[in-house]
């Protein structure tokens, strides 16, 4: 389970780090306009809170091996790894850029990497 835990706090971690880093960066930007700023400072507080949950549950019950927890955390890293994914296709943003890419895709493997390895350990009960 401690491969598992790992991989899940370091997907959330690289969320975090992303929101505070890319994200927090588009607020105060001048090309975009007000509402724009909003909604990335939204983002930012939004997966920062999230991940910390998911974190949190990680640490917490998942590693007390409570199934329910995996749940939890699977809902929870749907909706926070999972935006980036479903935003692209619908706005194209980032699309010619590797960074963003490179950085969602390592927070997508770390998640259903350890998110897989957390449910085959609980199924070893």
Do not use: D, Y
Not at 21 to 48: D, M
Not at 57 to 82: E, F, S, Y
């Amino acid at each position: 389970m401690r491969l598992a835990l790992t991989l899940l706090c370091l997907a959330f971690a690289a969320a975090i780090a992303t929101a505070l880093g890319p994200t927090l960066g588009h607020v105060g930007e001048t090309e975009w306009p007000v509402h724009a700023q909003f909604h990335a400072l939204r983002e930012v507080f939004l997966a920062s809170f999230f991940s910390t949950v998911g974190v949190a549950l990680c640490l917490g019950p998942l590693r007390k091996r409570r199934p329910w927890a995996w749940w939890a955390v699977l809902i929870v890293g749907v909706g926070v790894v999972g935006g980036f994914w479903l935003g692209v296709p619908f706005t194209g943003v980032g699309m010619a850029e590797v960074g963003p890419w490179v950085n969602h895709g390592l927070q997508l493997v770390l998640f259903a990497s350890g998110i897989v390895l957390a449910r085959r350990e609980l199924g070893r009960r």
